[in-house]
């Protein structure tokens, strides 16, 4: 499912405000006339109405130019490549842009423009923009090669903040200067059984000239053989990553699963599964679970599976507050990896604005055994029929975090899910073989300050099984408390988990959501 080249060095987040009045157009645009090609009058609105246009024709085909010798710049060679500072545009502003150039696993080149005063001209591409002397290809790559995307860089150029390549995708190294998730503009039928998934594609972008905190604003043109749209992104750097998007939608045909806003991830094995690793590292993900703000103000965590099986799990709800994939373990001692800093992994926290109606968010987890593949897609599924000639729109606001932007006020988080044998330890004859014990840790909220106490709820529902012994303790030394409970489920089929601790009528902490594999953990031993 990933598309982009290195998943631990490429991307970063997007876009924008209005240029500064007062520039001259040589400033704004930031590139010689002779790497321009002529202007054309560009808007917002114009961009709206070209892919409403392109909805009622057929869908275009872009094959890549010089496929043979693309094909020769494998991700070894594509390593050796490196772009021209000199060349970047809008050097003197705090968002320098910098390109992607095209191999073999990026083939298909997006035409980039840039945009000042109404007018948008395209640039065109010049291999001097990169350093390609350790290629051995230099003297062959030709003059209309294209680019494979771009990044936005930090000042003085050495490290970036946002990145797009590759279909829909984008990236940012949020708060804590990491990649990890992938963001994309549209999910199309993503793990139906019968239907292949597709990728519709930005096939061109309009950027304008960072403002003076380093903001920006870009649009792009999203084209598939089912959907094309109109995309504004306005992002702002700073101490998180914030970028508001727009999306106005136009479907060619009908869509079974309409993805929207739609974040990818990595989950192999945490503190839950780590058991069944072959990996020395404790722990190894880009995100350890779902966030969800209901309509209705539920706090929902769900912690992420790496399951024996595709499985998709909905929530439906109306208009939701937020969803994210987040990644709130932050102890580098659970992870041990000073090379790729899963600790450092951001969070995306997508903001609806406005109302979204009813629908569902989906959660897709594919089974992986190794940390290179995304294997976690999570994505918002309206409940309107996506037919043929559909219109839609869609505002929402990305914060790419260290922590979730709105936390559960009043209520305390899930901080860990822990699963082994049932029962009491040494009791060896009274276990049973098919039961488990969960152990969830809560943390923050009115628990805080709590001192200890036996009289709080653990209130547990499965949807088969049974549940025995549920208690909640305060864990001695720490500020957290453990809400434990034994379950009791033969057969291979999934259990649904739902729990969340009371006092009285008051909920003390957000609602935990676990599927469990009993077959997936063996006998416990």
Request: hydrophobic share 40%; net charge negative; glycine share 8%.
């Amino acid at each position: 499912m990933r598309t982009t080249l290195n998943r631990r060095t490429l991307l970063r987040a997007l876009a924008v405000l209005p240029i500064a009045s007062g520039l001259r157009l040589g400033d704004a645009l930031a590139a010689p006339a002779k790497d321009l090609g002529p202007a054309a009058p560009f808007d917002f609105a114009r961009l709206i109405e070209r892919a409403r246009a392109l909805a009622d024709e057929p869908p275009r085909e872009t094959p890549p130019k010089h496929p043979d010798l693309l094909e020769r710049i494998d991700y070894d060679t594509y390593q050796t490549i490196r772009f021209n500072h000199e060349r970047a545009l809008w050097a003197d502003t705090p968002s320098p842009v910098e390109f992607f150039h095209l191999g073999r696993y990026a083939k298909r080149p997006v035409a980039i423009h840039l945009v000042a005063d109404g007018e948008a001209r395209r640039l065109r591409y010049d291999p001097r923009f990169f350093d390609t002397s350790e290629t051995g290809l230099s003297e062959r790559l030709p003059d209309d090669l294209g680019f494979a995307g771009f990044r936005v860089m930090n000042p003085g150029g050495e490290t970036d903040w946002l990145a797009f390549q590759g279909a829909s995708y984008f990236r940012s190294a949020g708060e804590l200067d990491q990649y990890g998730l992938s963001a994309r503009g549209i999910a199309v039928d993503t793990a139906l059984p019968e239907t292949p998934e597709a990728f519709p594609r930005f096939t061109a972008f309009w950027l304008e000239r960072p403002a003076a905190d380093g903001s920006l604003r870009l649009h792009a043109l999203l084209e598939g053989d089912s959907v094309t749209g109109a995309y504004r992104f306005d992002c702002r750097p700073g101490d998180a990553v914030v970028m508001d998007v727009r999306a106005e939608l136009f479907q060619r045909r009908a869509i079974e699963r309409l993805g929207i806003a739609p974040l990818t991830s990595m989950y192999w094995y945490s503190e839950t599964n780590h058991r069944r690793a072959p990996d020395w590292r404790p722990e190894i993900h880009d995100s350890d679970g779902l966030a969800l703000w209901t309509g209705a103000g539920e706090r929902i965590w769900r912690p992420l599976n790496n399951p024996p099986r595709t499985q998709t799990t909905s929530y439906v709800d109306r208009d939701p507050r937020g969803f994210g994939l987040l990644q709130r373990d932050r102890d580098f001692d659970h992870y041990q990896d000073d090379g790729v800093f899963y600790d450092r992994r951001p969070s995306v926290w997508v903001e609806p604005l406005g109302a979204w109606g009813d629908g569902e968010v989906q959660l897709v987890e594919l089974p992986t055994d190794d940390e290179i593949h995304d294997n976690i897609v999570a994505y918002w599924v309206p409940a309107a029929p996506a037919e043929a000639g559909r219109h839609w729109r869609f505002d929402y606001r990305l914060h790419w975090v260290a922590e979730e932007p709105h936390p559960p006020a009043g209520v305390a988080r899930v901080r860990a899910t822990r699963i082994g044998r049932p029962g009491v330890p040494g009791q060896h004859e009274a276990r049973d073989p098919d039961g488990r014990k969960f152990a969830i840790d809560f943390s923050g909220g009115p628990l805080a300050d709590m001192a200890q106490r036996y009289d709080l709820d653990v209130v547990v529902e499965t949807s088969r099984g049974r549940i025995d012994n549920p208690y909640a303790l305060k864990v001695v030394g720490t500020d957290r408390w453990r809400a434990v409970f034994d379950l009791h489920a033969d057969g291979a089929e999934p259990v649904d988990l739902r729990c969340h601790v009371r006092l009285g009528d008051r909920a003390l902490t957000e609602t935990w959501l676990y599927q469990y594999f009993p077959k997936a953990w063996g006998t416990p031993s």
